[in-house]
């Protein structure tokens, strides 16, 4: 059975390996001390999946300007078990609890089936944007 709670340090491989199979590492990020400071700020902004000693399963949620949830990622190997669902039940309702009444997610504008498995889940496609990043 999988259970969902809010990341912890010790959890920062695994999710780091669950982030680089989904292609959505990107170190500046979510390098282990960015990911430690991010839990501090708010601890229930990162949640892991877990099956046993596992994570199998991470989801990301930000609310400072814009609700967002990002990050989404399940193991390959437990996909099409309901955790995807449940990762992103427990954000919707941590941004609700938090007062929102609405939340974003960012897909790959060419990857057209997590489109539809989010419009499955009641989403709808908003503008696209080219994502421009610069170091600092």
């Not at 259970?3 to 590492?25: A, C, F, P, T, W």
């Not at 399963?57 to 078990?81: C, W």
Request: net charge negative.
């Amino acid at each position: 059975m999988v259970q969902i709670r809010n990341y912890q340090v010790s959890d920062y491989l695994q999710v780091r390996e669950i982030l680089e199979m989904g292609h959505l590492y990107w170190e500046i990020s979510d390098n282990e001390q960015a990911l430690e400071r991010k839990i501090q700020q708010h601890p229930d902004s990162i949640m892991v999946a877990v099956e046993g000693e596992r994570v199998v399963g991470t989801q990301f949620i930000v609310d400072d300007f814009l609700p967002l949830m990002f990050r989404l990622a399940v193991h390959p190997e437990h996909r099409g078990k309901g955790i995807g669902k449940e990762l992103m039940q427990r954000g919707e309702d941590v941004l609700k609890m938090r007062g929102h009444n609405h939340v974003s997610i960012l897909v790959a504008s060419d990857d057209t089936a997590l489109q539809g498995y989010y419009e499955r889940q009641g989403y709808s496609k908003g503008n696209n944007y080219t994502w421009m990043v610069k170091g600092l």
